[in-house]
């Protein structure tokens, strides 16, 4: 299989399947879509994206239509499951030649985008949530990796 073959199926893969919010879970996001969120934001934090930020962000969770995505609950709580995910992401990504950021600063701002996604889709559809600890975690680390970025004052304005 091609990544270009991979992307059609990107459409297939819901996120948010184990959320305990019935309108998270049911809210029909995709990875294309996320992908697609993802490069706004970037074209919105950033005036000139390199370009291999671009690809890297467009492509970043192409491994879930060959493994699935965990949910970030999974994640947390069962490290070695973790472990062995990431070494079967790693796997995936050189089998289809997956973009990856160019260095450390585009695997920051990856991480924040991918966050930051996920923390307004949650204000969109279960905003009662976001009082929850995780959710306040995720937020100050946004903050915080967007202040270590210097684009601060774009993300809460975007928040």
């Not at 992908?35 to 706004?40: E, G, K, N, S, V």
């Not at 074209?43 to 060959?66: C, G, M």
Request: hydrophobic share 40%; charged share 25%; aromatic share 8%.
């Amino acid at each position: 299989m091609t990544l270009s073959r991979i992307e059609f199926y990107s459409a297939n893969v819901s996120r948010w399947h184990a959320s305990p919010v019935p309108k998270m879970r049911n809210c029909g996001d995709n990875i294309l879509d996320h992908h697609h969120r993802c490069i706004a934001i970037v074209w919105r934090l950033f005036d000139k994206p390199p370009q291999t930020l671009l690809n890297a962000t467009r492509w970043h969770d192409q491994p879930e239509v060959i493994l699935g995505d965990m949910p970030f609950t999974a994640k947390r709580d069962f490290p070695e499951l973790t472990a062995a995910w990431d070494l079967a992401e790693r796997d995936v990504i050189k089998r289809y030649d997956v973009p990856q950021p160019a260095n450390q600063w585009e695997c920051d701002v990856l991480k924040m985008v991918d966050r930051l996604d996920a923390y307004m889709m949650v204000q969109v559809y279960a905003p009662h949530i976001l009082n929850e600890p995780d959710w306040e975690e995720t937020l100050a680390d946004l903050k915080l990796r967007a202040d270590k970025l210097g684009v601060l004052r774009n993300v809460c304005a975007i928040l």
